[in-house]
């Protein structure tokens, strides 16, 4: 497969050594391609043309503003390939325990706070914009994979409808703003560690095809929320104050936050039905050691929200 992918390859890559990157759930196939000190990445959009077509169109948006993403060197529309400047191995959720976490939040959060303030809410951009049938559609994830997998069958039918009645009222007691540039999935593991760059500029982001027009917030609970990794909160509080203050708000703090907490727990909610999903369906049953974290950042938002329906629901049949 490694020689037939180099075939696709413009005729100056053919003599690079090729090495395959775990792709983990995603079905896009990634390849780092390398010759004495020039390294590139290579990705292989051939499972979803859509995708790619979307990375194409979120690269140049994000290529307007001055944050680190990676230098597209050469793409190709037939065989729906992309080689892109290689951002190296500090890849955030590894490095944990060797840098500063502030500091790596700092630089991801100065990121956002610059995308938040330079990206305007653009109609003519071919990104999905958030509604309540996607957000229904993503919660639905835990009653249709998680239920059975926390032994949850007696009365299955009316359990899914109280679920589904109390997550579209908490949804419409808050006005939500869905025209903000959101990354979607601007977690540990798609952020890396840039030593050589200054500033906000030391935070490289990756792997931005799926963004969408959504909540501001968004992103930032991607970031301190991770439910693949478990790492100290005690910053959060600092982070969500410091992202309200450096980015265009037009609500106030607390409202700020009630989205932020109850859009992490319907994200946290959809990701616990998910572990199981991909578990099943991937027979990798490593996804269910994510299942404790992602219970801990629900529960601390759920704590601070105060929403005494959802809270009992979910002390009852979820955690």
């Not at 589904?164 to 890396?192: C, G, R, Y």
């Not at 938002?301 to 329906?309: G, Y």
Request: aromatic share 16%.
């Amino acid at each position: 497969m490694n020689f037939n992918f180099l075939d696709k390859l413009s005729p100056e890559y053919r003599n690079y050594k090729i090495e395959r990157i775990k792709n983990g759930a995603s079905k896009k196939l990634f390849f780092k391609i390398s010759k004495g000190s020039d390294s590139f990445v290579c990705t292989d959009f051939n499972s979803d043309k859509l995708e790619y077509k979307n990375h194409l169109v979120v690269h140049r948006i994000l290529s307007n503003i001055d944050i680190s993403i990676p230098t597209l060197i050469e793409k190709n529309d037939d065989k729906l390939i992309i080689v892109s400047e290689d951002f190296g191995n500090l890849r955030y959720d590894k490095i944990l325990k060797q840098q500063s976490i502030k500091d790596l939040l700092q630089y991801a959060t100065d990121t956002l706070c610059i995308i938040n303030k330079e990206i305007n809410f653009n109609p003519t951009y071919t990104l999905p914009q958030y509604n309540i049938e996607l957000f229904k559609n993503e919660i639905a994830e835990l009653p249709q994979y998680y239920f059975s997998y926390n032994n949850i069958i007696d009365r299955i039918d009316s359990l899914n409808d109280e679920f589904f009645d109390i997550w579209i009222e908490s949804f419409k007691q808050l006005n939500f703003n869905f025209k903000h540039f959101v990354h979607k999935d601007f977690n540990m593991n798609n952020l890396i560690f840039l030593p050589s760059r200054e500033g906000h500029l030391k935070c490289g982001v990756i792997d931005y095809q799926n963004s969408f027009w959504g909540e501001s917030s968004w992103d930032l609970f991607s970031l301190l929320e991770d439910s693949r990794i478990f790492f100290t909160d005690q910053y959060n509080a600092y982070f969500m104050n410091y992202f309200y203050s450096h980015s265009n708000q037009l609500i106030s703090l607390k409202e700020f936050k009630l989205k932020y907490h109850l859009l992490n727990c319907s994200r946290q909610t959809r990701l616990l039905g998910r572990w199981v999903k991909l578990a099943n369906e991937l027979n990798q049953p490593w996804y269910l050691d994510f299942i404790s974290t992602t219970k801990l950042r629900l529960q601390s938002s759920l704590a601070i929200l105060q929403n005494n329906k959802l809270t009992k629901f979910y002390d009852k049949y979820i955690l």
